[in-house]
């Protein structure tokens, strides 16, 4: 397996240079309305800019898995497919607890996120547990997500989905 990241294509670069320019409520938006399941790169390309907001990366970090990977005390006992998730989820934990990003006065509350409470471990096994920190509301101002798809305004994702199509 190579550590190299490939190169994005032109959908994927498209969508680079918007976030790249996107104000911090757009990011915000992408983060929590994006499908995940085409991957995480983007969501890292996001969470490595450190003007993303603080709210942006504990969202993410709660979307990606947080309880279900709390199970996992260590990296080696994930599956490979799990562990790139597991690492990051790592990463999230290291940079949110340093200061990372930055604060534009978005909220995010794990517990509370559109009537769902992401803390919600349903009585899973615990290897590993969440800290404290990551499981705290973010004070401020909810982003309204009305008129985006997948978490991109309407003519972003027009010409975004042109590109992978």
């Known amino acids: 397996m190579s550590d190299e990241t490939p190169e994005p294509d032109e959908a994927e670069q498209f969508l680079r240079d918007f976030l790249r320019a996107a104000t911090p409520q757009q990011r915000h938006t992408f983060v929590r ?3 995940y399941d085409g991957g995480d790169a983007t969501i890292r390309f996001v969470l490595d800019d450190p003007t993303t907001d603080r709210a942006t990366a504990l969202a993410a970090y709660w979307i990606l898995g947080a309880c279900y990977y709390s199970r996992y005390a260590t990296a080696e006992e ?10 990051l989820l790592r990463s999230i934990e290291e940079r949110y607890a340093a200061g990372f990003w930055a604060d534009h006065g978005i909220a995010f509350d794990p517990t509370d996120d559109d009537e769902i409470d992401w803390t919600d471990d349903y009585g899973a096994p615990v290897a590993r547990p969440v800290p404290e920190v990551m499981r705290r509301a973010v004070p401020g101002e909810l982003v309204d997500d009305a008129g985006t798809e997948d978490g991109l305004p309407l003519d972003v994702h027009l010409r975004w989905t042109a590109l992978v199509d």
């Open 33 to 35: 309305r994006t499908n």
């Open 78 to 87: 994930t599956a490979d497919y799990e562990r790139p998730t597991w690492e």
